[in-house]
T-cell receptor, first 120, second 110 residues
Framework: GAVVSQHPSWVICKSGTSVKIECRSLDFQATTMFWYRQFPKQSLMLMATSNEGSKATYEQGVEKDKFLINHASLTLSTLTVTSAHPEDSSFYIC????????????????FGPGTRLTVL | LAKTTQPISMDSYEGQEVNITCSHNNIATNDYITWYQQFPSQGPRFIIQGYKTKVTNEVASLFIPADRKSSTLSLPRVSLSDTAVYYCLAFTGGGNKLTFGTGTQLKVEL
């Protein structure tokens, strides 16, 4: 149980184009989804927290107009990297949390397999 | 400043017990501590989660002292396939900042 998928697993695009990454919770409903970015040999950095049906909360330094997040249903969140540039090349990982316990901070995050973005 | 720190790397041999400690000196009062394993180019995989004292599951144990400013992941008998990066995750800074640890690269040899 608690499977999270991401699509695509990897993508190569030209500078200036936009790329959409999907994150799905396959066997549970995720009230909260998180988007992370990971550069080589570094830890995961939280980009934004997304609650179903509401606007995402972005971490300091993350441009909300560049990284558009939509969490339209309890099983799907999307991250769109708009006007991508080579410096946006990274490993993007989502996670989903069920939030059934009533104590949000105690609920486990389950991670997707990640999406490798390369911007030429 | 909320910080979550871990040793950069650890080396071990097959069959040995490995203990990895994470320092989270500003952890939120009500938050659990979670540990993940990550292989290259993959998403983190859940290992274990705890709030205080000791938690054990089929793959690991987690020790959390009373002050909760640190936690120790214990892998009882490691194998070559346990070579990976291990991360702790907690809410810090009063509960409003979700912070991954710096990660520990564990290398297991024969």
């Amino acid at each position: 149980g608690a499977v999270v998928s991401q699509h695509p697993s990897w993508v190569i695009c030209k500078s200036g184009t936009s790329v959409k990454i999907e994150c799905r919770s396959l066997d549970f409903q995720a009230t909260t989804m998180f988007w992370y970015r990971q550069f080589p040999k570094q830890s995961l950095m939280l980009m934004a927290t997304s609650n179903e049906g509401s606007k995402a909360t972005y971490e300091q330094g993350v441009e909300k107009d560049k990284f558009l997040i939509n969490h339209a249903s309890l099983t799907l969140s999307t991250l769109t990297v708009t006007s991508a540039h080579p410096e946006d090349s990274s490993f993007y990982i989502c996670s989903a949390r069920a939030g059934n316990s009533g104590l949000a901070n105690t609920d486990t995050q389950y991670f997707g397999p990640g999406t490798r973005l390369t911007v030429l | 400043l909320a910080k979550t720190t871990q040793p950069i790397s650890m080396d071990s041999y097959e069959g040995q017990e490995v203990n990895i400690t994470c320092s989270h000196n500003n952890i939120a009062t009500n938050d659990y501590i979670t540990w993940y394993q990550q292989f290259p180019s993959q998403g983190p995989r859940f290992i274990i989660q705890g709030y205080k004292t000791k938690v054990t599951n089929e793959v690991a144990s987690l020790f959390i002292p009373a002050d909760r400013k640190s936690s120790t992941l214990s892998l009882p008998r490691v194998s070559l396939s346990d070579t990976a990066v291990y991360y702790c995750l907690a809410f810090t800074g009063g509960g409003n900042k979700l912070t991954f640890g710096t990660g520990t690269q564990l290398k297991v040899e024969l």
